[in-house]
């Protein structure tokens, strides 16, 4: 996976999408992560580098970090621990997808990594009954400079392959955060503590819900997010993200 190779391959994916299909009539396909050929099925990534990830193919608890094998909820804590879809362990592979995802601007990234996540969470679907998919938000100034909130694209493809609508507009920033990657986990806390609020109550009232973000590490923005979602009516909220740091 050597950066020159990964940089040649985001400049031609960029260039490809600035003149939409054209390109693939001249370029096969090739995966962004590798540089290998990628068939049109892999969608950017190739099938070695997809199956090199860690995947996780159970939900975990938040709270105590064991699989919860049967069901959606954790048998071993309470009604408040928060159920976790998650791709994967952030490791390499799924490292450099993410990454590329945030700062590459690699959009179509994201469609690859919500849909694997619908299809872990596609089998539990009948106990989940789920009414939304909620991402958690970007602030406007990071919106800004990025151009899409990742957690958004994840969160809107993941709508798209269940079926569910994909709402951006419930949850808000009542301010700025600092960058969780720098901080200890009672930093994190302390950082996200009073930062979210839903924007429109009255939408979540007594709905089951599905927070989408990138990447949990300790899970303070997911517990954050689920904190006021509940405080604002919102039935059981489950949550779904790229990658779980361990
Ligand atoms: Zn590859
Ligand atoms: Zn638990």
């Not at 580098?49 to 159970?58: K, M, V």
Request: aromatic share 6%.
């Amino acid at each position: 996976m050597a950066s020159i190779t990964v940089l040649y391959n985001q400049s031609r994916l960029f260039m490809k999408r600035q003149v939409n299909d054209l390109l693939d009539f001249v370029y096969p396909p090739v995966c962004g992560l590798c540089g290998h050929p990628a068939d049109s099925d892999d969608r950017l990534v190739c099938r070695s580098c997809w199956n090199s990830i860690t995947t996780i193919e159970e939900p975990f608890c938040l709270n105590c970090r064991e699989f919860i094998e049967t069901g959606v909820s954790c048998p071993w804590c309470d009604e408040n621990a928060i159920t976790v879809f998650s791709l994967g362990i952030y490791d390499d592979v799924l490292r450099s997808i993410l990454h590329d995802l945030k700062f590459g601007c690699l959009k179509p990234l994201a469609e690859v990594v919500g849909a694997q996540l619908a299809a872990l969470i596609d089998d539990k679907r009948q106990s989940l009954k789920l009414d939304m998919i909620v991402p958690v938000p970007l602030h406007s100034s990071r919106l800004y400079h990025r151009g899409f909130n990742q957690a958004e694209e994840i969160a809107r493809e993941i709508g798209r392959c269940l079926d569910i609508p994909c709402r951006p507009d419930i949850l808000y920033l009542t301010r700025k955060t600092r960058r969780q990657s720098r901080l200890s986990a009672a930093q994190r806390e302390a950082n996200v503590r009073g930062a979210y609020a839903v924007a429109k109550p009255e939408a979540v009232k007594g709905r089951s819900l599905l927070l989408v973000d990138d990447i949990t590490t300790t899970g303070a923005t997911l517990r954050e997010n689920v904190r006021v979602l509940k405080a604002a009516g919102a039935g059981r909220v489950t949550a779904a993200v790229g990658a779980t740091v361990v």
